[in-house]
């Protein structure tokens, strides 16, 4: 059976979290976070007010979460 890395990008400024934290709490929970969208992206962390890497998300159709569906979603 194969095993899909999830991986996701950060974009905006987040409430509860450093992006440092958030990092570091993703990469803790066996989930690799890149620097830029592309299409192997599962996910795009959105806080407030971001960025470009939205709309390029959006076209390339990755799913977007929220700050507080963070836990929910990437179950952790």
């Not at 570091?24 to 299409?39: C, E």
């Not at 192997?40 to 700050?67: D, H, Q």
């Amino acid at each position: 059976m194969y095993n899909k890395q999830i991986t996701c990008c950060l974009t905006g400024k987040f409430e509860f979290y450093t992006r440092e934290e958030l990092t570091r709490l993703l990469n803790d929970n066996g989930i690799k976070v890149l620097s830029s969208v592309n299409k192997t992206v599962s996910y795009l962390i959105c806080g407030k007010n971001p960025g470009s890497k939205l709309e390029k998300a959006k076209k390339l159709g990755v799913e977007l979460v929220s700050e507080d569906q963070i836990n929910t979603v990437l179950n952790i």
